[in-house]
């Protein structure tokens, strides 16, 4: 085998391209049309769609992967269970399906999770992970939450106290999960808002997953939820490692999102 000849970079460009292009990406997505909080499978569904309407929107994610809660499945088992019709959407991803019974698919977790996530970027989005959302920004006249304060999750982490940059939006999206971590901040700094989370009831599959997907979209003006976090603040039950609500609730926030866009 012939040996391999390698292009010849050295540190400090390497550095520099790096400085260069990440601080060209943030100069731009500080101003916003969409910012979805949680790069999980609603939260990513809703970036998939809004960037595909050709609205430029982030998504902000803590950790340094996407997928949310896909990854865990249920007690760290790696397939999951997505229903008619969300499976509509996981062959637009091209995400292999098998069909348990009539209407009841089992996908892979690690399949799901790469090609919704690569859908989301295709589609224009950007993806920018180790991100907190600790805070939102809100303006008065009219009342509406108008963007997000975002800081390194490794500074929150480590304790330090370090002022957020700011990030402006037309529509905010809580798709942080069981913790409505943004739907939370708002109740709580903004209560003209009029926010009340009285949190998830307990299981109920049967049910959760159309409600889930019927009760996402606008919760204030300019802030919405989608996936569980629905069912934090409209009190629903969960449903467990089945996720078709996650995908269409994304869908639907996408759609609200892109006609209340158009229409302001």
Known sequence: MQSIRIKQVDEVKISRYILKYTFEDWYSLVDSDVVVVGAGP?????????????????????????????????????????????????????????????????????????????AAIDAGAKVIHGINVDDVIFRDKPLRVAGVAVEWTSTQMSGLHVDPLFV???????????????????????????????????????????????NAGKVAEGLYTTGMAVCEVKSLPRMGPIFGAMVLSGKKVAEDIINDLRNS
């Open 42 to 118: 609603s939260g990513l569904a809703t970036a998939y769609f809004t960037a595909k309407a050709g609205l430029k929107t982030v998504v902000f994610e803590r950790r340094l992967s996407f997928g949310g809660g896909i990854g865990g499945g249920a007690m760290n088992f790696h397939k999951i269970v997505i229903e008619s019709p969300a499976d509509e959407l996981l062959r637009e991803w091209k995400v292999k399906l098998v069909e348990a019974e009539e209407g009841v698919f089992i996908v892979d977790a690690a399949e799901f999770m790469a090609k919704l996530g690569a």
């Open 168 to 214: 402006s939006a037309k529509a905010v999206v809580d798709a942080t999960g069981h913790d409505a971590e943004i739907l939370s901040v708002a109740s709580r700094k903004i209560p003209e808002l009029g926010i009340v989370i009285p949190g998830e009831k307990s299981a109920y599959s049967e049910v959760a997953e159309e409600l889930v997907v019927n």
